[in-house]
């Protein structure tokens, strides 16, 4: 099983974003995929999941900027972010679980299958 993220890079304060995890190996379309993130120093933090029924689930400081979604053709799940503020900078990694439960969906060692992270900068 591979998740590969990317779609990092710096952008400035009210700028935009657009994450992508690729994946290989797994059944795609019963997995629940989600995003966590973990600036220098903090604890890893949920930020997104989607779970094959595509039903979705945010953090609430990201709720109404940030939008998960999935290809199931493409085994892929995006992140795309808006407004983004320097609160957000942080290496952002993409997990993915067949038997997650919707009342762990937001633990990150409930999860699997991790990516590599990517690397998202925002300037103030």
């Known amino acids: 099983v591979q998740l590969q993220a990317s779609g990092g890079g710096l952008v400035q304060a009210g700028g935009s974003l657009r994450l992508s995890c690729a994946t290989s190996?797994?059944?795609?379309?019963?997995?629940?995929m989600a995003w966590f993130r973990q600036a220098p120093g903090k604890e890893r933090e949920f930020v997104a999941a989607?779970?094959?029924?595509?039903?979705?689930h945010y953090l609430d400081s990201v709720k109404g900027r940030f939008t998960i979604s999935r290809d199931n053709a493409k085994n892929t799940v995006y992140l795309q972010m808006n407004n983004l503020k320097p609160e957000d900078t942080a290496v952002y990694h993409c997990?993915?679980?067949?038997?997650?439960?919707?009342?762990?969906?937001?633990?990150?060692?409930?999860?699997?299958?991790w990516g590599q992270g990517t690397l998202v900068t925002v300037s103030s």
């Open positions: 997990a993915g679980d067949r038997e997650v439960i919707l009342s762990s969906i937001r633990v990150p060692n409930q999860y699997d299958y």
């Open positions: 989607i779970r094959w029924t595509s039903s979705t």
């Open positions: 190996g797994l059944t795609f379309n019963r997995y629940t």
